[in-house]
């Protein structure tokens, strides 16, 4: 079988290619209007102005109030800034947070953290066989001493997606702070703050065509977060940092790119994904579906393959130009297997037999073709040798 005659990227889960209409926005704030926002003078000013006008542009895709919207250099910086800062800040009302057994690991530490060094009590949601959390364990978890629920919007692993709206409203009337990670579905499907019961929000722009080195947090009026890094008082106080300028305006145009085009692309990316989906189950035995089969993001597809170790099917895959992973990037290059996948109560060694797909703006049909024709030969060369047996 000839090779495709270039890469073929299904790893968009992992970071997401610039849009080139991003990176034109971003290219003259890299070397004509460089200005520091806190600088008087009128470059400064002019990178101010493009701050603001970015900050007024992200929050239009949320719904949200351009003063909610804070700017960060990753989801990892946000969600420790959330789990920490709303810890410090609200810890003499209790020292309880609710998060699930899916979340990503920036969330996961962070509330270990506060765990061992703080004295904090974290409970840890489990989710069915689908990765659902029950807004009903919700409501039960939750006590006098509860200060923050913190569940994940779409799964950076298995894709599916929570009942958001349910749980914010839960954690509304008891009075507690409603957090969710958003950075796989921001810009993927509709998100609105308001009507889904939200108080924090993290979102990410390398993982919607803008560059690294931007995210967000969105905070509503009147919740509490102590910062958690000092010095110039960047982000009305919350954030210290020298702003990050040409990142931000290309994670805004990213923004307002995918505003434009959600719909549409959403459903072209669901209609590949169910026909790799189809095609996988159908053609290769012991193959299967991890998460919710149709409630989950559009571009997510996570399978399981019995008899080989998801590592080496990545890596042969890979020696024939196909790029996909076993997992979350962050944590991929671990031997352990997924607390994700062990969540859903998936055995060791079934866990290790996962590959994540995920699809993206510039994948073809051509690409998913030479996907498909490839995988099974793959897979069959791997089980031969294969020290699992049937």
Do not use: W
């Amino acid at each position: 079988m000839k090779k495709y005659n270039k890469i073929v990227y299904l790893d968009y889960a992992a970071t997401t290619p610039v849009d080139p209409i991003v990176f034109k926005a971003m290219a003259p704030y890299f070397s004509q209007k460089f200005g520091n926002t806190m600088s008087l003078h009128s470059l400064g000013q002019e990178a101010k102005t493009a701050l603001e006008q970015s900050r007024q542009t992200v929050a239009g895709l949320i719904l949200a109030k351009s003063e909610e919207i804070f700017f960060t250099s990753s989801a990892t910086e946000s969600n420790n800034l959330v789990i920490k800062g709303v810890a410090l800040a609200n810890r003499a009302k209790g020292k309880h947070i609710i998060i699930s057994s899916i979340e990503h690991p920036c969330i996961m530490e962070s509330a270990a953290f506060l765990e061992k060094h703080a004295g904090f009590k974290i409970t840890r949601l489990p989710v069915d066989k689908f990765g659902f959390v029950s807004p009903e364990s919700v409501r039960k978890a939750i006590t006098p001493e509860t200060i923050l629920v913190s569940i994940i919007h779409g799964s950076n692993e298995i894709g599916t997606i929570q009942p958001i709206a349910k749980i914010g409203k839960i954690c509304k009337e008891k009075g507690v702070y409603f957090h969710t990670d958003a950075s796989q579905s921001l810009g993927k499907i509709p998100i609105n703050v308001n009507q889904m019961n939200i108080d924090l929000l993290t979102g990410s722009s390398h993982k919607m065509y803008g560059p690294k080195g931007a995210a967000l947090l969105y905070v509503a009026s009147g919740v509490k977060v102590q910062p958690i890094l000092h010095g110039g008082g960047h982000e009305q106080g919350l954030r210290s940092s020298t702003v990050n300028i040409p990142a931000i305006v290309g994670f805004a145009k990213a923004c307002e790119l995918c505003q434009k085009q959600m719909k549409q692309e959403s459903f072209r990316l669901a209609k590949i994904r169910n026909k790799i989906v189809s095609q996988v189950l159908k053609t290769i035995p012991y193959s299967y579906l991890n998460g919710h089969p149709k409630n989950r993001l559009p571009n997510n597809i996570n399978f399981r393959f019995s008899f080989i170790e998801g590592e080496a099917l990545v890596l042969s895959l890979d020696l024939e130009g196909i790029c996909v992973s076993t997992g979350s990037a962050c944590s991929s290059a671990k031997l352990q297997a997924s607390h994700v996948l062990l969540a859903l109560g998936l055995k060791p060694q079934e866990a290790h037999g996962s590959l994540r797909v995920s699809l993206g703006r510039f994948t073809t049909q051509a690409e998913v073709d030479y996907f498909l024709k490839t995988l099974p030969k793959v897979i069959e060369s791997l089980r031969r040798i294969s020290p699992f047996k049937k």
